[in-house]
């Protein structure tokens, strides 16, 4: 039976560190395309070992290579080894207002 154990090293070449609700992660990141309303676009997704996703929910923040995102979607592996966040851009904050 394969473990997570036996991946110990996948991320270390090619891999970010991912902040997930402020705690870091490793993880692979890259663009995917996917259907989205009958128009195949580009969308972000995180792969992180299935222990590392255990918390993680819809609409959490994920800053990678200082770009934030939030979760999207939840795609367990069939594996029980790898989960897979879908994100999108996190919406730009406004600036604070200047003192009155």
Avoid: C, W
Avoid at 9 to 14: K, Y
Avoid at 70 to 77: A, Y
């Amino acid at each position: 039976m394969v473990a997570e154990s036996d991946f110990k090293g996948v991320f270390d070449s090619t891999g970010v560190t991912a902040r997930v609700n402020g705690q870091a992660r490793s993880a692979s990141f890259q663009n995917e395309f996917r259907l989205i309303e009958d128009v195949e676009r580009q969308v972000p997704v995180l792969r992180l070992f299935a222990s590392a996703a255990g918390g993680v929910s819809h609409g959490d923040p994920v800053t990678v290579n200082g770009d934030d995102y939030t979760v999207r979607s939840i795609e367990p592996g069939r594996d029980g080894i790898f989960t897979r966040l879908l994100l999108q851009q996190a919406a730009p904050t406004a600036p604070p207002a200047p003192p009155a």
